[in-house]
């Protein structure tokens, strides 16, 4: 009888055992998964760290392109609101009221066209949809770089003469002085607005051009 007591406490001893090392294998495979979620955590940290930095580099940049060309947007209605405005103050004479309805229509128009620029969430936005967003307003900027220049060339021809009529009450057209004034002003905004314009939308080009680049590699640091 002893010897088979003997037996079995052995038998539950191994048994009891067997439980302790299962019980210690499940404690251990919860602790390398913790850690491993630690580990994860730590690495999508690192990632996100790295991701701001990169784009605080060009986000500063691209961010201020943006909000001028929201800014020129936005001024485009001013300035269509001064023409109509110059529009009813000169309705009887229509060598001045016409042109100034025509530029405030145009000025009208490119404040439209560019309502589709908005300030994307550059820290909130996958770093595709991202791209897009950078590439397509590059695309948007490039393609009206034209428009605008002849939009705001438009505007001047038509605003300067009615402004010189309700200044001075004398018509460009009649006065050969204010006339000869005229003529030279639009020579000289003509130059200073198309070196501007080809230098301003070439860096706008480059920057935008730039940024693009430094998101295609944080997109390949998060493929790798």
């Not at 002893?2 to 052995?10: G, I, Y």
């Not at 309502?115 to 969430?121: A, D, E, G, N, Q």
């Not at 460009?172 to 939308?201: A, C, D, H, W």
């Amino acid at each position: 009888m002893s010897a088979q007591k003997s037996v079995a406490l052995k038998k539950n001893l191994k048994i009891k055992q067997l439980i302790n090392n299962v019980m210690e294998l499940d404690e251990l495979k919860d602790y390398w998964k913790l850690e491993n979620e630690k580990l994860k955590e730590r690495i999508q940290l690192n990632e996100s760290l790295i991701k701001k930095g990169y784009l605080k580099k060009n986000v500063s940049e691209v961010d201020l392109l943006i909000k001028t060309s929201i800014l020129g947007r936005n001024l485009a209605l001013v300035y269509a609101l001064i023409s109509f405005i110059f529009t009813i103050i000169l309705i009887k004479q229509i060598e001045f009221s016409i042109p100034c309805f025509l530029g405030g229509l145009a000025m009208l128009w490119s404040f439209k066209d560019h309502l589709v620029i908005t300030r994307p969430k550059y820290f909130e936005l996958p770093i595709v949809e991202l791209q897009k967003a950078l590439h397509k307003f590059r695309i948007h900027t490039s393609s009206r770089s034209i428009y605008d220049l002849l939009i705001v060339f438009v505007w001047f021809v038509t605003i300067i003469p009615a402004w010189i009529n309700i200044r001075h009450n004398t018509s460009v057209y009649q006065n050969k002085e204010f006339g000869t004034t005229y003529f030279l002003s639009l020579m000289g905004i003509t130059l200073l607005l198309i070196i501007p314009f080809r230098y301003i939308y070439k860096s706008f080009e480059n920057k935008l051009k730039t940024a693009e680049n430094s998101l295609n590699e944080i997109l390949a640091f998060e493929k790798a």
